[in-house]
């Protein structure tokens, strides 16, 4: 038994705390400012919507399936949230209750129908964007105040993201990885004709998979209008890209099944910091969005390489 | 379905029919015409995005618009407002397509990774050279390029009118030749394909380089059309490239296209905006309806077989 | 060897066709508690269909299976069974890779749940694995994605003998030991010997005949969907297992092929040494030569074939090049059939390349050849251009074939393409095939029925991904095809023949 077939294992799993770690050292080493309270938390700023974005992918990507629509998602709840959620709240949090059912219809009808959920997910972007620019044509809107005032939270020690991310990051780990029906949520992803045969309906687990996906897209929409305040349909479309990076950044594979809450949490963050990264690194704006394209290309690589060297 | 692409065009007939009603009469030709000339680029990629999603299912290429601004952009550049520099320019264009194609299958070929992030990250990519290269500036495109995509003849554009040849060009293609027979084994079966000689990864190769060539094509005429390239020129144009492959009745498993669909959806989607802005309504009921249309045609037709 | 044994199951006139193909004939056996049954046959003999009617993943089309109180189980399914104390272990893998041992067991037991659910989960699959493997050091922590093939068959051997509260009769092993080594394979009979001395019921299939000699009380062989021997094992020897999974000597001569006189110094047209080859054995064909490869499904024929076709793949940037070979699959469904096509492109896409013209492909060519072949091979169909899946099983491997032989491929390989095609389908292709040898064409022939080894020059037996024997002339009987497949590497004897065919 050679040493390196676990060492491989633990290399990959290390390798979004790492990553984190790398780029948070560059960015004290540039600008040592920002290890500072009111530093960390202007660079963590957005991380929590994009890391709930990202929370949401994962329990897609968990079940083999791809959410191209989350971004359009986010954006439709942050609308719901500035409007109708400030103005009539109970009448808010009916919509949002809907959306998640209908995130769960959505898991019922791909599975049933056998569709490929990256066209239906684009699908449902167009449907989300057009809700959300029904609901407030133009920018504006106003968060309600406890919204803004649960965001905006001061806390010892660390900025409240931090521990914010750490203790969600805790919960669907602890819900997913360590729970009885996780396993069978994740196995529905690496073997689901096992687990169809151990007597499981897969079309629960999907359509579980899928309303978790569609909380988890809510809490990010609320979160995200507490720090803005205000909300726009667009806001949030470059979370779709965003979340599927930070998935695989945390570790998470598209097929089997594989993922990590964590990882995920990690990812996420790690991509937020990114953008300030660049600026700091004097990287004019042009090039940050290509950037981050660079890095998800230079991990996926990373990661093949460490798999190859495995299996050696 | 026996002629799946009769209903997109039947689609589009019904809408126009519907605002013609509404408007008494008037501005039916105009409308077909703008319609005409604004489908045509839609078909444009439609066409590249089409024969990727025939390989199978997890094929698609999100690259297209970032292909379309940056091959936009760095066309215009070149040109200058220059008449004699039309043709360079052209070859720009599709030079730019065409290394977008390469290096997208490089990386799903090398890294392994579905299509979808492969042709994602290289968007992202794509998009930050356009942004650098083009630097904001709107170059105007030269005036004979200018002209010719926007003249018409006997009322009907004339870029359309070569579009409409070049997607008839590409129906042969598909249907007559090796390349188009192999797309299509391909996306029934790719293990028989490989087993009865198809050469799989050539030919997948060459239809992501085939999409990102459209696309620097489609760029090139579309920065000429809107007086140059800008910088969120072709964002649009992702989904609406895949809506037209959708609901022009190429089937999402794989391996049964239908080009006369493409027009035939692109002519139906942007009647359907025009009727719904001559209706009065928001842009926002226009979204909302094209998703509900994509989820109910897909659904409709099914998806992955059952052969595996 | 038992002390008391009552009948478990009762297998009652079961049967099992897939449509015209007859998997399973009217099959009485018994199966009892406390007693360890082997069950062996050669390919197509029924065994895989008759244990996943037992495990529930499958139901009968005749019969029934009676259970101990003598109640027929309706709707028998694999909840059923495991409800009943049934598990199997088949030869495919039913572990999720990405979840660890004991996350895997607990798929297993929807019983587990709750607080504390990994313990017990741990504990139990630990146990188990500590009792029928000691030593095995397999970490219950770890993905099962990440351990050896031989530690994952171990995980899934452990994991079907756990149980919650039901406790388990009757286990079948599909091929058990196949990737196992020496030591852990003797670890898993002896658990099995124990699980058999405390009343439990027992299933083995295996291709090691010593194994089922040695480890069962009562051997069950198979042939052509049925039973022909059911005796206690001590009644058996290596010999007459073999002789009775033979059939019937039948009258030779009249299809016996003449081996084609090769010339001298001539080079093979295609030469292949297997992957797991430990020998200098190498596959040779020569020009003009039906070559038959044997031995018992899935090892290494069918690897041999596509590793041969997609040796030589032509260079992608010359067009018009046409590979000298064609493959006619036998798994349609997945290897052959373009289910959206019709009949006649199906046909055409094997000789596309050659029929451009002017860069198109020529429709009047695709048309006369799918009428040619239409006529040739006698494919039933009112017109080609229907959509393919509006043939039969037996036409649609017709059109399969014609493929390969209306393309310009001078040799032809063949994955075992006969499998579950019609009597008479098959005649006409035979002739066929006899026919297209004539004209010089050359053979590659994988199958799993002793008939059409017949037609061969001389045949290869594979056996665990090598060739074990080449025989050919008066050496290639059906009994030393039997004794190669089901050989084992200890006492098998070299057999030389040289290529003039003299002894």
Redesign the interface.
């Known amino acids: 038994?050679k040493a390196f077939?676990?060492s491989s294992?633990i290399l990959r799993s290390l390798l979004p705390a790492f990553s984190l770690t790398v780029l948070l050292i560059a960015i004290f080493y540039l600008q040592p400012r920002t290890m500072s309270y009111m530093g960390l938390n202007l660079l963590l700023n957005l991380a929590l919507p994009i890391a709930f974005a990202t929370l949401a992918q994962m329990c897609v990507i968990t079940v083999n399936d791809l959410d191209l629509g989350i971004g359009a998602f986010v954006g439709f709840v942050a609308c719901v949230g500035a409007t109708w959620l400030n103005d009539t709240p109970v009448l808010g949090a009916g919509v949002l209750i809907l959306c998640i059912a209908a995130y769960a219809a959505l898991g019922a009808l791909i599975h049933l129908r056998n569709l490929p959920s990256i066209v239906v997910t684009l699908g449902m972007s167009f449907f989300w964007l057009g809700l959300a620019l029904l609901v407030l044509p133009t920018p504006g809107g106003k968060a309600p105040d406890w919204v803004r005032a649960v965001m905006t939270v001061k806390t010892p020690g660390l900025p409240a993201t931090i521990y914010a991310s750490v203790l969600v990051a805790i919960l669907v780990h602890v819900a997913l990885m360590?729970?009885?029906?996780g396993?069978?949520l994740?196995?529905v992803?690496?073997?689901p004709?096992?687990?169809e045969?151990?007597?499981?309906s897969l079309l629960r687990a999907k359509m579980t998979m899928y309303s978790l996906a569609g909380f988890f897209g809510v809490l990010s929409g609320i979160s995200l209008i507490g720090l803005t305040t205000s909300a726009d349909a667009n806001i949030a479309l470059r979370y779709t890209l965003l979340s599927i990076a930070g998935v695989i950044l945390g570790g998470g594979e598209f097929v089997?099944?594989?993922i990590s809450p964590v990882g995920a949490v990690l990812g996420a963050i790690t991509l937020t910091l990114a953008g300030s990264f660049l600026s700091f690194l004097r990287i004019s704006p042009d090039w940050q969005i290509g950037a981050q394209g660079a890095i998800l290309i230079l991990v996926l690589a990373l990661r093949v390489l460490i798999n190859r060297a495995g299996s050696k | 379905m026996a002629k799946p692409w009769i209903w997109a065009f039947l689609g589009a007939f019904l809408v126009w029919f519907s605002t013609i009603v509404y408007t008494g009469g008037t501005g039916a030709g105009a409308i077909l015409s703008a319609a005409l000339s604004f489908a045509t680029f839609s078909v444009i990629v439609g066409i590249g995005q089409m024969y990727v999603i025939t390989l199978g299912p997890g094929n698609v290429d999100l690259s297209i618009p970032a292909t379309m601004t940056f091959a936009g952009a760095v066309s215009m550049k070149i040109m200058d407002t220059q008449d004699p520099m039309i043709l360079p320019g052209l070859g720009i264009a599709l030079l730019c397509g065409t290394a977008v194609g390469i290096f997208n299958y490089a990386l799903i070929r090398l890294l392994r990774i579905p299509p979808i992030i492969a042709t994602l990250s290289s968007s992202f990519l794509v998009q930050s050279c356009a942004i650098a290269y083009g630097r904001g500036l709107k170059i105007k495109p030269p005036e004979l390029l200018a002209d010719f995509t926007t003249v018409k003849i006997a009322g009907l554009p004339l870029l359309a009118l070569c579009v409409i040849a070049l997607a008839a060009i590409m129906s042969?293609v598909l249907h007559?030749?090796?390349f188009g027979?192999s797309v299509?084994?391909i996306g029934?079966?790719p293990?028989?394909?490989?087993?009865?000689?198809?050469?799989v990864?050539?030919i997948r190769f060459a239809t992501y380089t085939q999409s990102g060539i459209l696309a620097g094509l489609c760029g090139y005429l579309l920065a000429g059309f809107s007086g140059g390239a800008s910088l969120n020129m072709g964002a649009e144009y992702l989904l609406a490239s895949i809506a037209v492959v959708v609901i022009g009745g190429t089937s999402v498993a794989g391996?049964?296209a239908n080009l006369p669909g493409l027009w035939g959806a692109a002519l139906f989607m942007f009647l359907l905006v025009t009727m719904l802005n001559t209706f009065g309504l928001s842009a926002g009921i226009r979204l909302l309806l094209t998703g509900v249309i994509i989820v109910a045609v897909i659904t409709l037709a099914g998806g992955r077989?059952n052969?595996? | 060897m038992f002390e008391s044994s009552e009948r478990l199951i009762a297998v009652d006139g079961v049967g099992k066709s897939y449509g015209a193909v007859r998997a399973l004939g009217e099959v009485c056996l018994e199966i009892n508690s406390g007693q360890a049954l082997g069950i062996v046959g050669h390919n197509g003999a029924g065994k895989s269909t008759l244990i996943s009617i037992l495990a529930g993943?499958q139901l009968p089309s005749r019969g029934q299976l009676a259970f101990a109180d003598g109640e027929p189980m309706p709707g028998y399914g694999?909840?059923q069974a495991?409800a009943n104390g049934i598990r199997c272990v088949f030869q495919e893998l039913?572990?999720?890779?990405?979840?660890s041992v004991a996350?895997?067991a607990?798929?297993?037991h929807?019983a587990?749940?709750?607080f504390g659910?990994?313990a017990s989960a741990t504990r139990l699959i630990a146990g188990k694995l500590d009792e029928i493997f000691p030593g095995h050091?397999i970490n219950t922590g770890?993905?099962v994605?990440?351990l050896t093939i031989a530690k994952r068959q171990m995980v899934e051997i452990a994991r079907a003998f756990t149980f919650v509260d039901t406790p388990i009769r009757l286990v079948i092993l599909d091929e058990p030991t196949s990737s196992l080594d020496t030591v852990i394979a003797r670890q898993l009979l002896a658990h099995l010997r124990s699980f058999i001395d405390q009343g439990g019921a027992c299933i083995l299939i295996s291709h090691l005949l010593e194994e089922i000699l040695e480890n069962c009380d009562r051997i069950v062989v198979m042939r052509d969907g049925g039973v022909v021997a059911d005796r206690e094992a001590t009644a058996f020897t290596k010999t007459s297992l073999v002789a009775a999974m033979g059939s019937v000597a039948k009258e030779r001569g009249s299809t016996r092929r003449a081996p084609t006189k090769r010339k001298t110094g001539e080079q093979p047209l295609v030469s292949l040494r297997p992957a797991r080859q430990s020998d200098e054995r190498t596959l040779n064909v020569y020009t003009g030569e039906i070559v038959g490869l044997a031995g018992l499904s899935g090892h290494g024929q069918t690897e041999a074939l596509?590793d041969i076709?997609?040796k030589n793949?032509?260079s992608?940037l010359v067009?018009g090049t046409?590979?000298p070979m064609?493959?006619v699959?036998g798994d349609r469904?997945?290897?052959?059939?373009?289910?959206?096509?019709s009949i006649g492109?199906n046909i055409t896409?094997?000789s596309?390349?050659h029929m451009?013209r002017g860069?198109?492909?020529d429709?009047q060519a695709e048309e006369r050849l799918a009428e040619e072949w239409k006529r040739r091979i006698a494919i039933r169909t009112p017109d080609m251009h229907d959509n393919i899946l509006s043939l039969s099983g037996g036409n649609q491997q017709k059109a399969l074939f014609a493929?390969a032989l209306g393309?310009p491929a001078g040799i032809i390989l063949m994955d075992d393409p006969m499998r579950g095609v019609d009597i008479s389908t098959k005649q006409e292709v035979y002739e066929m095939i006899r026919e297209e040898a004539g004209l010089g064409r050359t053979f590659i022939w994988y199958t799993t029925e002793m008939d059409e080894l017949e037609h061969c020059d001389h045949v290869y037996v594979f056996r665990n991904g090598s060739i074990v024997a080449d025989l050919s002339g008066d050496e290639l009987t059906e009994q030393k095809v039997l004794q190669a497949s089901f050989e084992e590497s200890g006492d098998a004897e070299r057999r030389h023949t040289r290529v003039d065919g003299a002894p």
């Open positions: 038994m077939i676990p294992r360590r729970s009885a029906y396993v069978v994740r196995g992803g690496g073997n004709r096992a687990v045969r151990a007597g499981w089997g099944g594989r | 042969v007559r030749t090796v027979r299509l084994a029934q079966n293990r028989a394909a490989e087993l009865a000689g198809v050469k990864g050539f391996g049964f077989r052969n595996h | 993943t694999v909840g495991h039913s572990l999720c890779p990405n979840l996350e895997n607990r798929i297993l929807p587990i749940r709750g659910w990994k050091g770890e993905p994605g990440d596509v076709y997609l793949p032509p992608p067009s046409q590979r064609a493959l699959p469904q997945v290897d052959g059939v373009f289910p959206l096509w492109r896409i094997g596309m390349r451009v860069g198109l492909i429709q493929r393309s």
